[in-house]
Nanobody, 114 residues
Framework: VQLQASGGGLVQAGGSLRLSCAASGRINGISVRNWHRQAPGKEREWVASIYNGGSTKYADSVKGRFTISRDNAKNTLYLQMNSLKPEDTAVYYC?????????WGRGTQVTVSS
């Protein structure tokens, strides 16, 4: 199973983007789906999670601006990003924790200009 993130791009500060993460197949025993990001010269950081029961958690830096969601029928994870700031510039990665392993997708670049 592969994860493919998309939806990144260049946007002005205050703008919005929606990232998608599509899984190529079924993943058994999913407990949590996540978004992470890595800015230039910095370590990868966790951004948001959505648990199997539907509850969500966010990093303080994005709380109130980003929304994580999923569409089980489409096997797709989303990250709606509003009120974007230049410090949100990073490569964004999705990950899914299944019963046997943690799956990671290739990142999508988000660049926010001031």
């Amino acid at each position: 199973v592969q994860l493919q993130a998309s939806g990144g791009g260049l946007v002005q500060a205050g703008g919005s983007l929606r990232l998608s993460c599509a899984a190529s197949g079924r993943i058994n025993g999913i407990s949590v789906r996540n978004w992470h990001r890595q800015a230039p010269g910095k370590e990868r950081e966790w951004v948001a999670s959505i648990y199997n029961g539907g509850s969500t958690k966010y990093a303080d830096s994005v709380k109130g601006r980003f929304t994580i969601s999923r569409d089980n029928a489409k096997n797709t994870l989303y990250l709606q990003m509003n009120s974007l700031k230049p410090e949100d510039t990073a490569v964004y990665y999705c990950s899914i924790k299944g019963a046997w392993r943690h799956y990671w997708g290739r990142g999508t670049q988000v660049t926010v200009s001031s």
